[in-house]
């Protein structure tokens, strides 16, 4: 069993940086793989990008690539996600998830444990 609290979340102005975080407990955080998520007011679930097991592979959707940055420190049990160059349109609560699997997936479905999401909100 693995529970993800996440943090950081906030109101920026566009352009601005914010970096969230998202602990883990167990002892078996380094195996799995973490993915953010992220849903807006009257929209699915979206995918945001994943990271595996080691932190070698990290994979993100167009709509964020090159602004925003997945990382992860296993010795802590905690995963990031450093958002730059923010727009309105990034405005959303942001969900952490984990796979068993390790290497990370699109896929909503792949993912058995989620936190609880911390709202990022865009002024324009």
């Known amino acids: 069993q693995v529970q993800l609290a996440e943090s950081g979340g906030g109101l920026v102005q566009a352009g601005g940086s914010l970096r969230l975080s998202c602990a883990a407990s167990?002892?078996?955080?380094?195996?799995?793989?973490m993915a953010w998520f992220r849903q807006a007011p009257g929209k699915e679930r979206e995918f945001v990008g994943y990271?595996?097991?080691?932190?070698?592979?990290?994979v993100y959707a167009d709509s964020v690539k090159g602004r925003f940055t997945i990382s992860r420190d296993n010795a802590k049990n905690t995963a990031y996600l450093q958002m730059n160059s923010l727009k309105p349109e990034d405005t959303a609560v942001y969900c952490c998830?984990?796979?068993?699997?390790?290497?990370?997936?699109?896929?909503?479905?792949?993912?058995?444990?989620w936190g609880q999401g911390t709202q990022v909100t865009v002024s324009s």
């Open positions: 990271i595996g097991w080691s932190g070698g592979i990290t």
């Open positions: 167990g002892r078996t955080f380094g195996s799995y793989a």
């Open positions: 998830a984990a796979d068993q699997g390790g290497y990370g997936s699109r896929r909503t479905a792949a993912y058995a444990y």
